[in-house]
């Protein structure tokens, strides 16, 4: 087998993963296309149903939900449970038995009560030649050299 050979052959070779990722990225993509898809009619039910609960829904609302259902359904049967949102953009929904949080500001520093304990620190002489950071002040044109 000549060199022009081994070239073509780990040419054919890359080829083929190529196509395969190219096969691959395109699966995830549509994955995603049709999870958003799912959720945006999960939203749309959402809608429907809190205006049934509320009172304002209209006569269109049980025909629309009836058909979101069945796409949902459709879904399911094609990609899995709606449930199952692992490795997905979709958002993280909170369980309704999972415990409430509330955020609690911190108490700022002037708040704190040791800090008005604390006695602020003398102060220090400045060095000679420089200022109250000791840092020295630049002298021009002087014939100290």
Known sequence: MGLMDKVKAQATQLADKAQEAGKTGQAKIEAVQARRRADALLEELGKITYHARTGTSSPADEARSSEIVDQLRQYEAEHGSLSDTEGTDSVTTV?????????????????????????????????????????PKPTFGSSEL
């Open 95 to 135: 369980s309704s038995s999972a415990p409430a949080t509330t955020f609690v500001p911190s108490p700022g520093p002037a708040a704190a009560p040791e800090a008005a304990a604390t006695p602020a620190p003398a102060s220090t002489p400045a060095p000679a030649g420089g200022d109250a950071q000791g840092i």
